[in-house]
């Protein structure tokens, strides 16, 4: 099946510093999205991209879809505590919407 | 509106033993899913529903049953509950596939 690996599985950075996360795929995808989730609770939705080559902010997030369409590329500028948690990449081709195994974000004050 | 809510919140099982994992939404959306999620895996789609009647497999779809009666509600069966199942279960739903997914809390079920 379709597998998409994400990188890298975790990060420890101190509080302040810019983060760097990307996910590839074997596959084509129509649509990137990007969620996070805290301990204890599902997934939410932080970015969607729509379109090869874009590239779209929200906030301190910046998210880009690849021109190749096989992966996408999520930052997070001036990292702050509540950031701690897990980030999923998430391809959507027709129905199925496919998960990453995740990267792990770790901030120290 | 209550968005989605999944019961039970958790659940011990004994292996060979069915249930059914409900979840309900409130918000109208046609795309509803289920997705397990383990260490180290990420989330993995189990099965999912375009809309009322509509169903179909996803990533991961043995030893798993579903069924779309309604807009509103899709439960998951499980029909005889092995170790490997121990896991949590998220279920989600979105007007369309490439809008945003809204999740339920979980169900975290062991198999014993």
């Known amino acids: 099946g379709q597998q998409l690996n994400q990188s890298p599985q975790s990060m420890f950075i101190q509080e302040g510093e810019d983060v760097s996360m990307n996910c590839t795929s074997s596959?084509?995808?129509?649509?990137w999205l990007w969620y996070k989730q805290d301990p204890g609770e599902g997934p939410v939705l932080l970015i969607a991209l729509y379109k090869a080559g874009e590239l779209t902010s929200n906030g301190r997030l910046t998210a880009q879809f690849g021109i190749t369409r096989k992966d996408s590329f999520l930052n997070i500028s001036a990292s702050i505590p509540s950031d701690v948690g897990i980030y999923f990449c998430a391809g959507l081709n027709t129905d199925k919407l496919i998960f990453g195994t995740g990267t792990r974000l770790q901030v120290f004050p | 509106n209550a968005g989605v809510t999944q019961t039970p919140k958790f659940q011990v099982l004994k292996t060979g033993q069915s249930m059914t994992l409900q979840c309900a939404q409130d918000?109208?959306?046609?795309?509803m899913s289920w997705y397990r999620q383990d260490p180290g895996m990420g989330l993995r789609l189990i099965h999912y529903?375009?809309?009322?009647?509509?169903?179909d497999q996803g990533e991961v779809p043995n030893g798993y049953n579903v069924s779309r009666s309604t807009t509103e509600d899709f439960p998951l069966r499980l029909l005889s509950a092995a170790p490997s199942q121990t896991s949590v279960y998220f279920c989600?739903?979105?007007?369309?596939?490439?809008?945003?997914?809204?999740f339920g809390p979980g169900t975290r079920l062991t198999v014993l």
């Open positions: 529903s375009v809309g009322a009647g509509i169903t």
């Open positions: 918000m109208n959306h046609e795309y």
């Open positions: 989600a739903s979105s007007y369309r596939p490439q809008n945003e997914q809204f």
């Open positions: 596959s084509i995808f129509n649509t």
